[in-house]
């Protein structure tokens, strides 16, 4: 039977729209695999030595971390894990029994990249252990006992990944238990650095996890199986709908119309409200490159700059026209001018633009050039970027599915690593200019090149625009045979 | 109105439409029947320019419609689902179908008023999405659209199908009514060969993507039809 499901996946797989895309995601991924396990390997062997090297117990001061660690883990599976989805319906008529389609479901969570990971750090680590003589009925159990904490992790995002927004509550666990620890009020890390320790320590306390991670899978198992109906984890939620008129915008004739629907758009489905979430995570980014004692190349300060204001611009823009993809159709038997319809999408990333860079004054806290740099990182992503995600969309053939509020089997994250991925091309040419600058003696003249290019992009509005519309025009009929196969 | 001429969609070297000459003059109401498979969405999609053709081209009121859009003003044309927007209220929808065809919202509130009994009151202020109507209500927003900013050419893809029987002889009065009026052209399409013989005043039945019939209905239509697919 999971012989037949592992079919079923792979043909979903290779004959989707968009496998071209994917497969060139995929192997883009791949490689940052292999960079992420080189690295976590490379920590794994040398934070023993390093710990060492410092004086300090290594085992202990991992343990003492461990805490944090997984807590950051669960709240970046929340993010990023999505769930895989077997497509469910199909299968509840045939002739297969409930469990095995659940087992199979929830299984395959196991062999996420989210998992694996871990083991390029916690494996290696735990051989330079043994290697320096640690006992070794002691490092198999700890290591047993940090396997079934990852996997309470995993089965932990399943349940909980229904419930919106829950990564936040553990942000904020993870800042007050922070703040309280680095101000020395209260040191959480005191009392659970008790328990990590005693995985080595005291045999048999390693089976509390273990006994732990058999119950959630089982509690997971329950409750997908038991709602493995039509009516409950396989229904569509439905909302209590609104009529709004939004009458305002009709002052600006039809792109009014469209910027109303857009906003209809965001505001209403789930996937278009997580990208307003991430881009205020994105408002935060800048604290990373800017606050006083972090050693960043000073190029990077740009790359900050941008992504500050960027965050709506990479999380929503990115993907037009494909919030539109359920309805394509209509769109293109209506009498809409395409101009009228990219600029109301451009429209609506330059406010989402402006609007993010007047949040962002809470950086003048940094000093006003480093305002500056969000400012011209504003300005380029006003004049270049806007373009470029839109042209660039042309070419996105991958429907995005809105209604797909599907219960507890639905795949909800909106934001995922290929998304990530499609932002990297658009850093490179300010990064460039800001560099110039930089050899030319001063980081000011980065500046003002980097502005130069968003306002000369801005002059050039028109022409790109038409150039935008061409391509449009030219990939409509690809991309209409492409939003037509749902995922 | 419509004019069709050496028209062919090939797949992959399987040809699936192939229309020599077609014209279908302005008032005309045209149903188009055949079995699945026969080609008559792909026509309905070559019509609305979703598609490209292989060879040949169509032209509505002269207008070649994968060269110029402006057949988009006069034209409405519900084929399925897709062609809604399903995180908006009907109301919502209605409205913003009007506002791309220049239309206020009383005339929008006018016409929804006139059919309301074919609304049958499960579709305005319901507080539902579109996505979470039933099949057969999202049809009847569908098709309604259509009629939004009188358009001259209406194109309808099997538009009895999901119906409950009184929405369907509701839509047939309303299909009725808009053959009567000479400036609008109906397409309807559809495997029902009654329904499309009581609407039409022309069918043409298609079978493997060409033209098998064409007749101008009348009493022994329905017969001639039953005995053709009958096999």
Known sequence: MIKKFIYLEWKSFSRSASFGVNVALKIVIAFLVAYFAVVFIALGVGVFYLLKDMNLDPLLSINKFLLYYFLFDLVIRLLMQAIPVLNIKPLLTLAIQKKTIVHFSVGKTALSFFNIIHAFFFIPFAIILLIEGYDIIGVIFWLSAIVSLIYINNFLNILLSNIDKLFVIFLGIIAVLGGLQYYNFFNITNYTVLFFNGLYN???????????????????????KNNLYLDAGLSDKHDIAATENLTWLNQFGTLGTFLKNDIKLIKRNKRSKMTIIMSLFFLLYGLLFFSANTH??????????IFVSGGFLFTFGQFVPSWDSSYYQLMMTQNIPYKGYITSKWWLIVIATVVSTIIASFYLYFGWKVYLTIVVGAIYNIGVNSHLVLLGGAFTKTPIDLTSTSGAFGDKKAFNVNAMLLTLPKMLLPLGLYWIGIRLGNPNIGLALVALAGIIGFAFKDKVFLLIEKRYKIEKYSTISAYKQKN | MIQVSKLSKTYNGTTVLKIDNLEIPKGQSFGLVGNNGAGKTTFFSLLLDLIQPSTGNITTNTIQVNNDESWKSFTGSFLDESFLIGYLTPEEYFYFVGDLRGQNKADIDAL????????????LKNKKYLRDLSKGNQKKVGIIATLIGNPEVIVLDEPFANL???TVSRLKKIIKELSDNKLVTVLVSSHDLQHTVEVCDRIVALNKGEIVKDIETSRETLQELEAFFAV
């Open chain 1, 202 to 224: 005291m045999k048999g306390l390693f089976l509390v996890p273990v006994l732990v991670l058999i119950g959630l899978y089982y509690v997971a198992f329950k409750y997908f």
């Open chain 1, 296 to 305: 960043q190349q000073p190029v990077m300060q740009i790359l900050a700059g």
């Open chain 2, 164 to 166: 409950d029987p009184t």
């Open chain 2, 112 to 123: 929804l008023l006139k059919h309301e009994e074919f609304f049958n009151g499960e579709i």
